[in-house]
Structures are given as C-alpha cells and as structure tokens.
C-alpha cells in the first residue's frame, strides 16, 4: 500500500511537500514516483526515484523547481514543490514500479498506484 500526504491550497509560488509511505512487500529492487492529473487532462509523469541507487528523473516542467527524494529506512519518498505554479495544479499521485526500463515510468509501468493528494495553486 502507498499513503500519500502533504497536498493543500498554497499560492503561486510558494511551496509544499508530499510524502509517501510504502507499506507491505518490501524490497530495495523498486523505483517510486509522482504522476499528476488535472482535470480533463491525462495522469502524467513528474518524477521518479531509485530507491536502490537514487537516481532521480524529472519531467522538463518540474525540473530545476521540484526535488523528489527517498528514505529506504522508511520506505518513504518524498516531493518538494518549491515556485508553485497555478498549471502545478492537480491530483498528485504516488506511485511504485518494479520496472527496470524505461527510465522516464508511463503509467503502464506502475504496478502499485496510491490514492490521489489535492494541489491547488491558485494566482
């Protein structure tokens, strides 16, 4: 199971983190990520992370404003959203995948999806 947290109403540019704990099977073996949805929009991919090694890898529109980091003792990752933008708005979801490939996780890579967390940025 993956238990997502952190989401709010903050303004532009402000900040917020979530977090995700994993619970249950529990291996090393397994990379964490963050997809978003907006409304009317298709859930797509923010970040993810190694939890075996910690690469990191960031869609272009997040990059250089939000950080994505892990805790293997916790079984946690963690999203850091700083310079929120109102286009940052939508439902975040904290997602795991066993898949080695590809680097960039699509949506059919996950194999454990957690419920959803409310970012609203307003202007």
């Known amino acids: 199971q993956l238990q997502a947290s952190g989401g709010g109403l903050v303004q532009t540019g402000d900040s917020l983190r979530l977090s995700c704990a994993a619970s249950?099977?529990?291996?090393?073996?397994?990379?964490m990520a963050w997809f978003r949805q907006a409304p009317g929009k298709e859930r797509e991919f923010v970040a993810t992370?190694?939890?075996?090694?910690?690469?990191?890898i960031y869609d272009d529109s997040v990059k250089g404003r939000f950080t994505i980091s892990g805790d293997n003792a916790k079984n946690t990752v963690y999203l850091q959203m700083n310079s929120l933008k109102p286009e940052d708005t939508a439902v975040y979801y904290c997602?795991?995948?066993?898949?080695?490939?590809?680097?960039?996780?699509?949506?059919?890579?996950?194999?454990?999806w957690g419920r959803g967390t409310q970012v609203t940025v307003s202007s």
């Open positions: 992370f190694s939890m075996s090694g910690g690469s990191t």
């Open positions: 997602a795991a995948s066993f898949a080695v490939y590809p680097l960039r996780l699509r949506a059919g890579d996950i194999d454990y």
């Open positions: 249950g099977r529990r291996s090393s073996r397994y990379r």
